[in-house]
């Protein structure tokens, strides 16, 4: 059985003109979809959220022909370029989780009010 063409009918753009982000269902639906698991996911939707968290690159799909990959990698490049689709570094992992800590902290070292305090900041 012949592998689907991968389409781009998924369009980066709202009826109002505004861009939206190229994410793990747009890039599943660009794939070819064969789930043939030769990149070495299990399924055309888990080298999709792969792609997307960064994990791995689009190369990996076989099935993939140049010409819809390079659109598909200037997509992803520009919602990354948003901020989207981008892992967050291990320091903006950190920073996040800061404030819980803090007051995790506060609270175990008997500082009620202090922790108080700090948990408007969490969330």
Do not use: W
């Amino acid at each position: 059985m012949a592998a689907p063409e991968a389409g781009f009918a998924h369009h980066s753009s709202t009826e109002c003109g505004e861009k939206t982000a190229y994410e793990v269902v747009d890039i599943y639906k660009d794939l070819p979809r064969t789930n043939c698991g030769e990149c070495g996911k299990g399924s055309c939707f888990a080298f999709a959220t792969a792609v997307y968290l960064e994990a791995f690159p689009l190369e990996q799909c076989l099935h993939l022909r140049e010409a819809p990959r390079r659109e598909m990698e200037t997509k992803l490049d520009m919602s990354r370029e948003e901020g989207v689709g981008r892992r967050p570094s291990s320091s903006e992992q950190a920073l996040r989780s800061l404030p819980a800590v803090l007051v995790f902290a506060a609270e175990a070292l008997s500082g009620r009010l202090l922790g108080e305090d700090l948990r408007g900041l969490v969330g």
